[in-house]
């Protein structure tokens, strides 16, 4: 089964940056096949999807809380996904998750079979 690492997790000030990552213990060729996601859950609150990316990187969906400001990426001869994040605001406090999609596309959590243990973002005011 595949194990997901997330890092780049920490604590910013509200408007700025951060860049997670998402490395897949997994062949090039398995990563490449399926879709990758990243999820967020604060305290009290149900997981929600942020950004889901396809198995070729060409197409993308995002929250409507965050289009604009994150952008996900990946690069699968490094088994990688990225999740850009600008402009952060301290309602994006939240440990966000990684996740493998069940197949080429997803866009919900049912679509991902595979999670990480999760990288905790915190943004002050």
């Known amino acids: 089964q595949v194990q997901l690492f997330e890092s780049g997790g920490g604590l910013v000030q509200a408007g700025g940056s951060l860049r997670l990552a998402c490395a897949a213990s997994?062949?090039?060729?398995?990563?490449?096949?399926?879709?990758m996601g990243w999820f967020r859950q604060a305290p009290g609150k149900e997981r929600e999807l942020v950004g889901a990316?396809?198995?070729?990187?060409?197409?993308?969906h995002y929250a409507d809380s965050v289009k604009g400001r994150f952008t996900i990426s990946r690069d699968n001869a490094k088994r990688t996904v990225y999740l850009q994040m600008n402009s952060l605001q301290p309602e994006d406090t939240a440990r966000y998750y990684c996740?493998?999609?069940?197949?080429?596309w997803g866009a919900g959590s049912s679509d991902f079979g595979s999670w990480g243990p999760g990288t905790q973002v915190t943004v002050s005011s």
């Open positions: 996740a493998m999609g069940n197949t080429g």
């Open positions: 997994t062949s090039r060729v398995s990563f490449s096949r399926f879709a």
């Open positions: 990316i396809n198995w070729s990187g060409d197409s993308t």
